[in-house]
Nanobody, 116 residues
Framework: QVQLVESGGGLVQAGGSLRLSCAAS????????MGWYRQAPGKQRELVAT???????NYVDSVKGRFTISRDNAKYTVYLQMNSLKPEDTAVYYC??????????WGKGTLVTVSS
């Protein structure tokens, strides 16, 4: 099993910044992708950003230029630096770890609230 613990969420004013962290522990092997998804009230969970073991990144269009995903393979940790936050970024942010065999592991989520 893989355990994921997210941290760094909170309340911030529009235009502000937050940095999310997700630390993985347990049976960490064959990790292909680490990433972040989010779910706003009344909406479906959506991809925010992913990063492969080789460092290739992918972002949803709405966060490009504002969010940066990175990972520390030695610490099995993935980060999401969020700048220029907007009220529409308000959501619960979930960490994802995907193995090469397609198995996904999810964190419990951390709430990000952006006030206008």
């Amino acid at each position: 099993q893989v355990q994921l613990v997210e941290s760094g969420g909170g309340l911030v004013q529009a235009g502000g910044s937050l940095r999310l962290s997700c630390a993985a522990s347990g049976n960490i092997f064959s990790v292909a992708i680490m990433g972040w998804y989010r779910q706003a009230p009344g909406k479906q969970r959506e991809l925010v950003a992913t990063i492969t073991s080789g460092g290739s990144t992918n972002y949803v269009d709405s966060v490009k230029g504002r969010f940066t995903i990175s990972r520390d393979n030695a610490k099995y940790t993935v980060y999401l630096q969020m700048n220029s936050l907007k009220p529409e970024d308000t959501a619960v942010y979930y960490c994802l770890v995907r193995r090469y065999n397609g198995m996904d592991y999810w964190g419990k989520g951390t709430l990000v609230t952006v006030s206008s």
